[in-house]
């Protein structure tokens, strides 16, 4: 009789522990509720997919070792979409575009009687230079680089296809526009330590400034790359 009745206490016990847990959880979850923010706090601007790999997420090419390699011919095909709004030959004339006989090198508005988008004359000020890495930029994504420019083509994302390309324009009436010396920083894994030096001081070493010292661009080819951008093979694919 009075075993049933201890045995009634530690179940009771028990049963009101239970119950005292439920309360304070249905209590405290009032007390504390989370609601979802309707809109979430750090919105970061992400990248559309056709930004991904996009010419700035990689080391620029190298100029002077890329276009004595590059293939003309398929460059001139790379320029049939450019076809259907300029011209390339030589005293050709406007389309929807500015001819473009000459341009590598050129002024940008290098055609007299074109009519140019305001965007294009604010770029002039800033750029007044179709230089290589210009036009790469330009080509790349238009709109980007020029925003508001009147040139309506979405832009040529396959690194290697640019490159062809714009060693075909400038086999059009730009020749005398010199070719650079192979930039060893623009070459991969230049980014990657100098014999001896620290790996911290690898860090600066990727700048884009091309001021890393040629030893260190040599020496990388032996190191590992570290975080460089990888080369242009790994880039996005054309959205032509
Ligand atoms: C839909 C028509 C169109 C297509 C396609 C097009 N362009 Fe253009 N392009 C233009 C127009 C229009 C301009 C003038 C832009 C402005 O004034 O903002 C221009 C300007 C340019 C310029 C600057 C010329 C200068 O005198 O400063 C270059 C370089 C150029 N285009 C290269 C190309 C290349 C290379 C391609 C092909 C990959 C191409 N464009 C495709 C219409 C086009």
């Keep these: 009789m009075?075993?049933?009745l201890k045995w009634n206490k530690i179940f009771g016990a028990g049963l009101g522990t239970v119950f005292a847990i439920l309360v304070v959880q249905q209590v405290s979850g009032?007390?504390?509720a989370t609601h979802a923010p309707e809109k979430m706090g750090y919105l970061v601007n992400v990248p559309d997919e056709a930004d991904a790999g996009a010419a700035e997420a990689e080391?620029?090419?190298?100029?002077?070792?890329?276009?004595?390699?590059?293939?003309l011919a398929a460059g001139e095909a790379a320029f049939a979409r450019c076809q259907a709004c300029h011209n390339i030959a030589a005293g050709g004339p406007d389309g929807i575009g500015p001819n473009l006989y000459g341009v590598v090198g050129g002024p940008v508005m290098h055609r007299a009687g074109f009519a140019y988008s305001d965007a294009m004359a604010a770029h002039k000020a800033e750029a007044p230079t179709w230089g290589y890495d210009q036009l790469n930029t330009f080509i790349t994504a238009p709109n980007r680089y020029v925003p508001g420019t009147k040139?309506?083509?979405?832009g040529l994302r396959d690194t290697p296809t640019r490159i062809n390309l714009i060693a075909y324009l400038r086999s059009q009436g730009s020749t005398g526009f010199a070719i650079p010396a192979p930039d060893p920083a623009r070459q991969p894994g230049a980014a990657a330590p100098a014999e001896g030096a620290a790996p911290a001081?690898?860090?600066t070493a990727g700048t884009?400034?091309?001021a890393a010292p040629a030893e260190a661009a040599t020496g990388a080819a032996t190191t590992q790359t570290g975080d460089v951008?990888?080369?242009a093979a790994t880039s996005a694919p054309s959205n032509d």
């Design 229 to 231: 951008a990888p080369p």
């Design 208 to 210: 884009e400034s091309g």
């Design 151 to 154: 040139m309506s083509f979405a």
């Design 59 to 71: 080391l620029p090419p190298d100029w002077g070792t890329v276009l004595p390699a590059a293939d």
């Design 30 to 32: 009032a007390i504390y």
């Design 2 to 4: 009075s075993g049933d």
């Design 201 to 203: 001081d690898a860090a």
